[in-house]
């Protein structure tokens, strides 16, 4: 059987947006960002916890970066791995079974489309990721480091953190003086020190976010429409 592949975009690290940042405004993890789960229930169960820098339940961003990169490690995972791959276009292949497919129904074959730079093709190399060796073939396309294959099965596992999105709010950009920004943007509650601040939406991390920059703002109003009270 065929190695199984994986697609990772970031150029160098495992885990995702796991990957902390600091002071950037388009990465999702915060700079006090803690799961709002216990670890306990966040593990695989082939690979018990580490234990965490403070002994607690509730672990820092660094805590799973580092959970998920011993998973990697303790079972070789890294081979299988490659870094700087952005998956394009996803085509279902109807006219060609899966060789993966139930003795009861059948399943077609994927053709991904993906890109990768002249740096991480050097590092795939280095790592035994031979291009030449998985049969790739061009798409035609006018970027020459759009490469494609064929798959029996995708698993689709880019979560939904990377992208920030941010509704309309009509009149905003003409009655709003003051700085709007989305929580992606965010990193330290010390930037919006002696101001006044208004966080929209008090989910898991309008409600954190409010709590952080109270120790730091004159003034923090918490805004949403649904939500039952999470801030004393």
Same mark, same amino acid.
């Given at each position: 059987?065929?190695?199984?592949?994986?697609?990772?975009?970031?150029?160098?690290?495992?885990?995702?947006?796991?990957?902390?940042?600091?002071?950037?405004?388009?990465?999702?993890?915060?700079?006090?960002?803690?799961?709002?789960?216990?670890?306990?229930?966040?593990?695989?169960?082939?690979?018990?916890?580490?234990?965490?820098?403070?002994?607690?339940?509730?672990?820092?961003?660094?805590?799973?970066?580092?959970?998920?990169?011993?998973?990697?490690?303790?079972?070789?995972?890294?081979?299988?791995?490659? &870094?700087? +791959?952005?998956?394009? !276009? *996803? /085509?279902?292949?109807?006219?060609?079974? @899966?060789?993966?497919?139930? #003795?009861?129904?059948?399943?077609?074959?994927?053709?991904?489309?993906?890109?990768?730079?002249?740096?991480?093709?050097?590092?795939?190399?280095?790592?035994? &990721?031979? +291009?030449?060796?998985? !049969? *790739? /073939?061009?798409?035609?396309?006018?970027? @020459?480091?759009?490469?494609? #294959?064929?798959?029996?099965?995708?698993?689709?596992?880019?979560?939904?953190?990377?992208?920030?999105?941010?509704?309309?709010?009509?009149?905003?950009?003409?009655?709003?003086?003051?700085?709007?920004?989305?929580?992606?943007?965010?990193?330290?509650?010390?930037?919006?020190?002696?101001?006044?601040?208004?966080?929209?939406?008090?989910?898991?991390?309008?409600?954190?976010?409010?709590?952080?920059?109270?120790?730091?703002?004159?003034?923090?109003?918490?805004?949403?429409?649904?939500?039952?009270?999470?801030?004393?």
């Amino acid at each position: 059987m065929a190695s199984p592949k994986v697609f990772e975009t970031n150029a160098r690290k495992t885990g995702g947006v796991w990957n902390y940042v600091s002071n950037s405004t388009s990465d999702p993890v915060y700079r006090g960002l803690r799961t709002n789960l216990p670890k306990e229930i966040m593990g695989y169960r082939e690979l018990p916890w580490l234990e965490a820098q403070d002994g607690g339940s509730f672990v820092t961003h660094r805590d799973v970066a580092r959970y998920l990169e011993s998973y990697r490690d303790s079972f070789r995972l890294g081979r299988y791995i490659h &870094h700087g +791959h952005s998956v394009r !276009q *996803l /085509t279902v292949l109807s006219d060609q079974p @899966s060789a993966l497919s139930p #003795d009861t129904e059948t399943w077609p074959k994927i053709r991904l489309s993906w890109t990768v730079s002249e740096t991480d093709q050097q590092q795939d190399q280095q790592h035994g &990721h031979e +291009h030449g060796k998985q !049969q *790739l /073939t061009s798409t035609g396309e006018e970027d @020459s480091n759009v490469q494609s #294959d064929v798959f029996d099965a995708v698993l689709i596992c880019n979560g939904h953190y990377a992208k920030a999105s941010s509704p309309r709010i009509p009149g905003l950009d003409q009655y709003f003086q003051g700085k709007v920004m989305h929580s992606i943007e965010y990193d330290d509650p010390a930037m919006f020190q002696s101001e006044t601040v208004l966080c929209i939406g008090a989910r898991a991390s309008g409600a954190d976010l409010t709590r952080e920059i109270m120790e730091h703002a004159d003034y923090v109003y918490l805004s949403d429409s649904t939500c039952p009270p999470l801030v004393d």
